[in-house]
């Protein structure tokens, strides 16, 4: 047999275990979706226990990915959104747990009336049906993502990239095992990792099998997943955020909130990226939150305004302004009125998070009206953006669309409605 027909048989094998997979998947979305609500905590519970009991073999599977990660020079930033630990893995078993104290979405009124003729009427929640998720460097969205899908009686298919492979196939056998052990079937969740990048893309093209895509990670990845897939996309951003220190700015909040939102963990898509500064209050509040940066190991990336205020600092870009850094390092400009800010951040900002520190009401109020984020603070750290701190639980990610669900996306996000309709004979007039 030449290599060419070899090579063509190999594709076509392929693609029908990709095919086979997604039918499995999306015969096992049937039963999933009339789960009752207990059914599907205790599949949850089992998630959990299955996570802290096998701890051990999941960061085995985990240092694999890390020295293969290492090995092709994998950001500091994207190294540690791929780590995992005990203290880790805990939390992603908490969080299911947390999940499990949610109400189900599933089957609860939206809206609904009983018209004059005496047909009642409901719109009620039901689930997708089959949720596909494209994410990369990320093991923990495979367990947040599988558990809100379950809670909320969707199926999911998954491609977690390359470079969390080895952790992702351990994560989801461990799931499949939690679920079946309740009696709901493992097909619900799978993995197409093992096709490589035609997985990914032959998921975009996936349309009657995926109801909805939903895209994790770099800008790049998010741009190729709208733009070329076939299945309904709820689009997440890249998290270029910022934080504007108002003339009335509390000097306190301003260090204690943009170190917090920088430091505690640059890698995440709520971590600041830039900050501006109104020039009234300029030689105030930079030295001592800048200097808190410097201390923490941040690298400045300074106009010339801030730079003359700053010393400490490197030029900024125009290239670093558009910039989700993922790592110690935030863009700082001088601006001379709120406008100038709100402006700043229209052409910049990737509509995900920004957050305002001010003791001006007004400016307040004027902030939350006129930036068009997802989310808008006024004197809070942009870290909590977050589906856990919102009290949802885990989250299957920050959606920056403006079309059906927007921020953090939790249960509810998860579904979408149908009509009910009871009558008792009517016939339209």
Known sequence: MSSTVLEETSVSADAQAFLRKLEATKAASVPLAMATTAQKNEALDAIARALVDNAQDIIAANVQDLERGREAGLSDGLLD???????????????????????????????GSRLPNGVSIQQVRVPFGVVGAIYEARPNVTVDI???????????????????????????????????????PADAVQTVDEFGRDGGTRLMKARGYIDVLIPRGSAELIRTVVESSTVPVIETGAGVVHIVLDESANE?????????AKVQRPSVCNAVETVLVHSAAASRLL????????????????????????PDSVPVSDEDWSTEHMSLDVSVGVVDSLDEAIAHIRRYSTQHTESIITDDLVNAERFLAEVDSAVVMINASTRFTDGGEFGFGAEVG?????????G?????????????????????A
């Open 81 to 111: 959104r791929l780590s995992l630990d005990e203290k880790r893995i805990g939390a992603l078993a908490d969080a299911v747990l947390d999940i499990v104290a949610l109400p189900d979405p599933v089957g609860t009124s939206v809206r």
């Open 146 to 184: 599988a558990a809100l899908a379950l809670k909320s009686g969707n199926a999911v298919v998954l491609r977690g990239g390359r470079a969390a492979e080895s952790s992702n196939r351990a994560l989801v056998h461990l799931i499949q095992q939690a679920i079946s052990s309740v009696g709901l």
């Open 252 to 260: 306190a909040w301003a260090v204690d909130i943009v170190r917090n």
């Open 287 to 310: 030295p001592p939150v800048l200097g808190a940066l410097r201390a923490e190991g941040v690298t400045v990336h300074a106009d010339d305004r801030a730079l003359a205020i700053f």
């Open 398 to 406: 920050i959606s920056t669309q403006k079309l059906h669900a927007r």
């Open 408 to 428: 953090p996306m939790g249960l509810p996000e998860l579904t979408s409605t149908k009509w009910i309709v009871r009558g008792t004979g009517q016939v339209r």
